[in-house]
């Protein structure tokens, strides 16, 4: 992974080699690209319920495990209505 320097303090989505996808605000990392975030929530999509937002609080995510990380912008975060949105869930990457 390039430079994460960008992204800390700010608010980002991770998602996960087994299909998870975690928003936080990146409290730092290290050269193994491991992240912390802090005040995260995990995003639960699902067919039948919308998104459920679990509460994690401070995270570790282990830099191996990450497929992507994005910059979230928190305005157009907090407008959308995620118990509307029907998604099926990603399925873990298989090697």
Request: glycine share 8%.
């Amino acid at each position: 992974m390039s430079s994460l320097q960008g992204y800390v303090d700010r608010r980002v989505l991770l998602i996960l080699q087994d299909g998870r996808a975690i928003v936080g605000v990146m409290a730092g990392f290290d050269q193994k690209s491991n992240v912390v975030l802090s005040d995260s929530k995990e995003r639960v999509y699902s067919m039948e319920e919308g998104v459920e937002e679990i509460p994690l609080g401070l995270y570790l995510v282990k830099g191996d495990m990450i497929i992507l990380i994005g910059e979230l912008d928190e305005t157009l975060d907090q407008a959308v209505d995620l118990s509307s949105i029907r998604a099926e869930p990603l399925p873990p990457i298989r090697y």
